[in-house]
């Protein structure tokens, strides 16, 4: 059974910075696409960014440059490293994994496990 722990939310000013974890378990290694999803109060998710098995990386626009998602295959443990923090990057965020396939459609894979999710809030 496939398990994604997120971890690392918390409160930041506005310019700050916080890490996220997400650690999975019980996954074929070989070939996935995993991913970081966000959704703030009365809004839809929407993704952040997605990472391959390979490295491969790619984010939505409104966090480029301040955004990185990697990966330690040895803890298998997804990361996303949040940085110039905003007001509007507050909402719940979400790891997510496919596994099998690479990210070849982005956020529109259908990454059938999710997290509980992070409360991630910044302040002006």
């Known amino acids: 059974q496939v398990q994604l722990v997120e971890s690392g939310g918390g409160s930041v000013q506005a310019g700050g910075s916080l890490r996220l974890s997400c650690a999975a378990s019980?996954?074929?290694?070989?070939?996935?696409?995993m991913a970081w999803f966000r959704q703030a109060p009365g809004e839809e998710r929407k993704g952040v960014a997605t990472?391959?098995?390979?490295?491969?990386?790619r984010y939505a626009d409104s966090v480029k440059g301040r955004f990185t998602i990697s990966q330690d295959n040895a803890k298998n443990t997804l990361y996303l490293q949040m940085n110039s923090l905003k007001p509007e990057d507050t909402a719940m965020y979400y790891c997510?994994?496919?596994?099998?396939?690479?990210?070849?459609?982005?956020?529109?894979?259908?990454?059938?496990?999710w997290g509980q999710g992070t409360q991630v809030t910044v302040s002006s």
């Open positions: 997510a994994l496919e596994p099998g396939v690479d990210c070849y459609l982005g956020f529109r894979m259908q990454f059938p496990y």
């Open positions: 019980d996954y074929d290694r070989s070939r996935y696409c």
């Open positions: 990472i391959s098995e390979g490295g491969v990386d």
